[in-house]
Each structure stands twice: as C-alpha cells, then as structure tokens.
C-alpha cells in the first residue's frame, strides 16, 4: 500500500514523499480501516517539523484523523462490521492507504453525514467542544477568543451557540469579520482596526467576559486577557503567530486572572468515558442538524501532499483541507 513518510523532521512541504509499504494486519481488538479522507491539521505539521509535545521515531508516518470503511477485524472484535465507514481522531499515522486502529477508538458515522464533514468530525470539534465544557459557562455569559475565523474559531462559536454561550470574536484584518458573518458568526472586532476595544464593549453591552481562549500568542494574547473581568481565566489553546505570550503583568494580578493550558489530546485521555461519549453525541448531532459546519476547502491526492502543506499556511483559507489516497 502507499504511505506518507518523512525520513527527517523538517518543513511537510519538503520531507513529505510517498512510498510503498507493507499493508498492516489487525491484532486482537483491532480493525483495519480503507482510508478515504484525512484532514491536514496543525498538530500533523508541526509533528512532521519536530516541534510538538510528541516526537514519532524515523522514519515516520504522518496523520491522526481520518474517515474510512472498516476493511478487516481483528481477534475479538464485535462492535464493528465489515464495510461499516468509521471515523478515529487520535490514531497516529492515518496518512496511508490502509491503517490499523484499535477498536474502541472508531466512531460509527450516520448516514446523514457526508464523508468531508466525517472526515474533521473528532480531532478539532472534540477539541473545540472539550474546551467549552472545560470552561463550564452558564448560557448567557460571555467569552473572548482570537482566531475566531480560525476553523477551532469558527467551531467554538458555532458550538457555544447551539448551548446558548456568547462569544465574542477577535481577528487580526477586517476582511475576517465578514468572512465570519457570512458563515452566520457575528459578535466579532478587527483588532487592526482603531477602537475595536470600544466595538467590543458595544457588542457585550458591558457585559463581564469571563473566560478567554489565545490561539495566537504574542501580543494578540493581551488583546484577550484586556477584555477580560475580574477572576477570569485566560486558556491557552494555542500559539499560531509566536511561541510566547506578551501579558501585562498588572491587568493578570490586579484582575486576578487565571493563566492555564489546554491540550486536547492530555484532556481527552483524562476524560471520563462518560463525559467523551456525550460529547462526541453532541458533535455527532450538531453537524446532522446543520448547527454545526464542518467545510471542505480542497482535496489533494498523497502525491500532492507537498502543495497540501504549503497551501495550509496561506491566509484566508475557509475550511479545512484533506488527503485523499
């Protein structure tokens, strides 16, 4: 079968090439899956550069999330069937024609979802949806976030909404914000723009933020935590624009602001099965009643994976972009 490997960390862009490997057999309480799309996110990139919390061995495969037909069971297997389109979000090395995955780490996907939106349907709406759960907000209340046309962005504000949670959306050019109302997301400020501080406060009605969510770092960090009301807490969800945070130190002490991480994959280990699979429920309920959209930008072949890459880094990008073997 053909894979994506890279024998080196480095730019995707360059060390990603495609070869030909063994096709994988499933253990016991295994399944083997037929890959049919994979999204290209972030945390993918940055593993292949070298610079994410996890480092594979070299040579190394590439990819966590796919959608795909259940293609072979191993020993044990009763909960899935042959022929039966699955989805996994935290299966390393899905960038393949074949993968193998444990069990209890597919997901059944209804009918009623078409296989791009099943494709992203667990890593960044599981994310997305576990970080507003983490923040435990009464319907009503208001939260800030930047890179709100970002896709964690556009699904945290869709998925607030459909739980009756205000957010308030920074993005760094004008253009972002009707990009935003275009998709049905409102309540959002150009932070380039003169004054944007006083259209926030417009749009709250002086209302107290009280929790903040930086995809950015640097000074776009700041721009979060100066919106924020006394006790609030500002997670760090990610850092897009630089790898430190530039904070005033007088707005975090006199406001008694909680600084805190949020990492998706340590959080979703720490879940309660419970709680995981009442979340995936309402992911899987949202995107089949259309509150929750889950948008294609392009899809390239694995022999494009290269163009993939370069083309995830350019600036306007509505919807995410798949591999398709």
């Known amino acids: 079968m053909r894979a994506l490997i890279h024998d080196s960390f480095g730019d995707p862009a360059e060390v990603l090439h495609v ?60 909960t899935l069937h042959i022929g039966q389109r699955v989805v996994t979000g935290g299966t390393f090395g899905v960038w393949a024609e074949f993968f193998v995955a444990p069990a209890a780490a597919l997901i059944p996907v209804p009918d009623a979802i078409d296989d791009g939106a099943a494709a992203q349907l667990v890593s960044m709406p599981f994310s997305a949806l576990s970080l507003l759960d983490s923040l435990d907000v009464e319907p009503g209340q208001w939260i800030a976030q930047n890179a709100a046309n970002g896709a964690v962005g556009r699904l945290v504000a869709q998925l607030a909404a459909a739980r009756g949670v205000r957010v308030l959306g920074l993005v760094r050019r004008g253009e972002g914000v009707s990009e935003l109302a275009a998709a049905g997301i409102a309540d959002a400020v150009a932070t380039d723009e003169d004054g944007w501080q006083g259209r926030a ?125």
Do not use: C
């Open 19 to 78: 070869v030909d490997v063994d096709t994988p057999e499933p253990g016991p309480g295994q399944v083997r899956v037929r890959t049919l799309l994979s999204p290209i996110h972030n945390h993918d990139l940055w593993t292949i550069r070298g610079t994410y919390g996890f480092r594979p061995e070299l040579p190394a495969r590439a990819g966590t999330e796919a959608v795909g037909f259940v293609d072979a069971l191993g020993q044990g297997v009763e």
């Open 201 to 325: 406060l417009a749009i709250t009605g002086g209302a107290p933020v009280v929790d903040g969510v930086d995809s950015v770092g640097g000074s776009a960090s700041d721009d979060v935590l100066s919106l924020l009301a006394e006790n609030a807490t500002l997670v760090v969800f990610g850092a897009m624009a630089a790898p430190t945070m530039q904070l005033s130190s007088g707005r975090v002490i006199f406001g008694q602001i909680t600084v805190k991480g949020f990492w998706g994959s340590k959080v979703s280990q720490a879940m309660d099965p419970g709680v995981r699979a009442g979340l995936i429920g309402e992911i899987l309920t949202r995107v089949a009643e259309g509150s929750l959209d889950l948008p294609v930008a392009a899809v390239h072949p694995f022999e494009d994976a290269s163009g993939a890459a370069r083309a995830n880094v350019e600036p306007g990008r509505v919807g995410k972009l798949l591999l398709q073997p």
